[in-house]
Every structure is written in structure tokens, then in C-alpha cells.
Nanobody
Framework: QVQLVESGGGLVQAGGSLRLSCAAS??????MGWFRQAPGKERAFVAG????????RYAEFVKGRFTISRGNAQNTVHLQMNSLKPEDTAVYYC?????????????WGQGTQVTVSS
């Protein structure tokens, strides 16, 4: 059974930082990523990374502020979020799959809340 577990969400002031982590179990994935969903909005792609060569892809609205990386353990991924803005407030979801373009994923975590206060 595939399971993705996120951690690291919380409340932070604008300009602050948070680090999200995700551990996947049940099978091996070639790509992992992060999405987010703010209240009243659709789920949006944030960042993705390939497991083998570490190729990354970012949404325009997080470039230069967020960094996705692979963890030391297989099937783990982190999202370092710096210079956070109130508009970054959302539920952040970890995702896993095998899409080389890093945009399509098959498995999802339950989500972790990130709240940025102004």
C-alpha cells in the first residue's frame, strides 16, 4: 500500500521560512513533487524533482524562494520555503509518480497546512 506522509507545516510570519518534508512508502517513484491548494482555489503545482538525476521544475510564483531537494533516504523529498508571503498560505500536498515532465503524479499525501501571517 502506497503512503505519503508530510511534515513541517505551521504558522510563520511573512518573510520567514519553513521546511516541509515528505516520506513515501509502498513502492519506488522516479519523481516527487509538491502542490498547494489555497481556500477557494484549485490545487496548483509548486515544484517537482526527479529521483535519479535531481532535475527540478518550479512554478513561476516560487522561483528564487522555494527549493525542492531529495532526502538522504529513498523516496523522501523536502521543500525549503524562504521569504514566505501571506499568499503562500495553503495546504501543501506531497505527490509521487513517474512523469518525466514532473507535472503529473499518481499518489498524494494528506496535506500539511502552511499559514503565513502578515
Amino acid at each position: 500500500q502506497v503512503q505519503l506522509v508530510e511534515s513541517g507545516g505551521g504558522l510563520v510570519q511573512a518573510g520567514g521560512s519553513l521546511r516541509l518534508s515528505c516520506a513515501a512508502s509502498g513502492r519506488t517513484f522516479s519523481t516527487m513533487g509538491w502542490f498547494r491548494q489555497a481556500p477557494g482555489k484549485e490545487r496548483a503545482f509548486v515544484a517537482g524533482i526527479s529521483r535519479n538525476i535531481g532535475r527540478t521544475r518550479y512554478a513561476e510564483f516560487v522561483k528564487g524562494r522555494f527549493t525542492i531537494s531529495r532526502g538522504n533516504a529513498q523516496n523522501t523529498v523536502h521543500l525549503q520555503m524562504n521569504s514566505l508571503k501571506p499568499e503562500d498560505t495553503a495546504v501543501y500536498y506531497c505527490a509521487a509518480g513517474n512523469d518525466r515532465i514532473l507535472l503529473s503524479y499518481d499518489y498524494w499525501g494528506q496535506g500539511t497546512q502552511v499559514t503565513v501571517s502578515s
